[in-house]
């Protein structure tokens, strides 16, 4: 079973704000047909030596299928940098690169 987060920020004028994390829509032979923000977000970790923030999740009881999106913090805003995404059923977790993207400052 995969846990629940969201991210919270704190903004002077309007308070307490959830964060959207981007997130692609799938389609067939794992093609990116668009993107979504999510504000809750499966398996969310803080990864203190990389200074980013981790998603896993699986889609299948047998663990064998899910995702895992790495985001970063850029300036002011958390950005998805690696999206891996495994749609196939046989009995590994074995995801593919299908979104990278590297940025100067991390």
Known sequence: MN???ILFYVDENTGLQAIALATP???E???ILGWRGNIVVDGLTYDPALDMLVSR???RNAGDMGIVATYA???NDVVLKRYEYDNTPNGKFDPKVIYEVSTASK
Do not use: Y
């Open 3 to 5: 846990k629940a987060s």
């Open 25 to 27: 829509v799938m389609g």
């Open 29 to 31: 032979e794992s093609k």
């Open 57 to 59: 999740s699986k889609t």
């Open 73 to 75: 913090f850029l300036d």
